[in-house]
């Protein structure tokens, strides 16, 4: 019977290891070869189209708008720098006309005067180039306020700023077929955020993004014919207020793009490539689908044949654990039976006892002495009988058992040398198919937890192996995640 499990256990493992080898291996193509054979896929297959992916991410890309950073709060600080440069220049030629009229508030009556032209002609080379101070100057002699002129210079900078200025489209090149999607956002330096990425924005034509030398020009137009100054003046406050954003953009259509491919269907029996085809990178990324699918059905059957072997080892173990109590109730058994039959000692006389007179009559010549010699001798070799059977069999017990415990550690380890040269195995076989990390990462994940389940399913001698393949499974998963963190696939 132990002659039969063991060639049962031997063919089991001839099987698991004559299995990969009946498995014909997939021809190694290269981009460009040509197919020599016809390559059918057994079971259905999902594969990625290259070429349909790369147009399809084309196309969604450009549905993803160049994005503009606009800074609206530009126009209000402008207009308060406007405010602020006609305050302190009126406050000054106030100051400086009453000093020319001796002290006096100038009035209304001073206009046209010679202290008045000569006054405006010595304070305009102190303030900026094109400032109307003749025109502004008549304002505020007037005594109209600080308010005076900025209604007229402010209107024309409000609706000039409220559009986006990029400093120069030559710089800073926009798509000129393409609108634009001009984002707010709080300063030039802050990019927006998830959400305004997302939602935020408006879209335009990318023509009414004005450069700065255009809305300077839209400013000074809009001044009629004589206030050419002030036109050139309200134009020096125009600045830019928003910053075309490549990179943001290609941010933006990476994120769009993630995920997005085009899955070609093969049916179980359907010809991958045919005898005569042109290998591209169609055909490679089909072959590459179907070698990891064959890969890894030759591992779940090696693994089935694994779990195959050691359920055959498993009862095995258990016939003999059961013929080794067997045994061990027989020895006691014999023991309890040898020490519960009578006992043939003779016991010692005592000096001076004799046998009664008709007794030693009976007895010829010195049989007496005789007798008493062959039961003494015949004593001493039963307790001798005895012992030799007691330390016989609980030798051959202790050697039994200690030999059996010697195999199964021999057997563990051997099963955890196996199982780390299955997972070498496995990570071989998973980078020569560049599979990606995360991948690689899932596959040992559903390996552990397959191995859990059979632990809980396994008795306490297959519980050591199943955990030792655990322990090796999950220090592949660490080495696997710290290679993650340093960006290695």
Sequence with gaps: MVMLRAFIVLAAFLATVALPLRSEPLPDYKLGDVASEDVVTPVPLLVVNPEASEALKQKVALQVHFIVRHTPETAGEIETELRASLSQARAAFITA???????????????????????????????PKNFPLEKLAALWVRGLGEDAGLQELGQPLREVMAQPIVGSRTDHPLPATQPVRVIPVKSATEPPSAVELENGGVVMPS?????????????????????????????????????????????????????????????????????????????????????????????????????????????QTQWIAAGLGLMVVGVMVILWRLRARPSTAV?????????????????????GREWRDRALMAEQKVERTHEAIRSGVLG???EKIMRTLFRHRAELLSSQQKAEAEMRELEHRLEQLHTPLQDRICAYEERIEQLERELAAKGEENRELIGARISV?????????????????
């Design 396 to 398: 051959w017990m202790r």
């Design 207 to 315: 023509a009414r993004v004005l450069s700065l030398w255009r809305a300077r020009r839209l400013v000074e137009t809009h001044f009629a014919s004589g206030n050419e100054d002030m036109g050139r003046f309200a134009a020096g406050f125009v600045r830019a207020n928003a910053y075309p954003d490549a990179a943001l953009t290609e941010v933006a259509r990476a994120q769009r793009m993630d995920g997005v491919t085009v899955n070609d269907t093969y049916e179980a029996a359907q010809v991958v490539v045919r005898k005569g085809q042109t290998i591209d990178r169609k055909a490679l990324s089909a072959l590459a689908v179907l070698r990891e699918k064959s890969m890894i059905g030759t591992l779940q059957n090696q693994l089935q044949q694994e779990q195959s072997v050691a359920g055959l080892i498993d009862r």
């Design 347 to 367: 016991v010692p006389l005592p000096s001076g006892f004799s046998l009664p007179v008709s007794e030693q009559r009976a007895l010829p010549g010195g049989a």
């Design 97 to 127: 006309f009453q000093a020319v009229l001796d002290g006096r508030a100038p009035r209304p009556t001073d206009l046209d005067t010679p202290l008045f032209v000569a006054t405006v002609r010595e304070f305009t080379r102190s303030l």
């Design 473 to 489: 499974v999950r220090q592949q998963l660490r080495v696997e995640r710290e290679r993650g963190q340093f960006g290695i696939n």
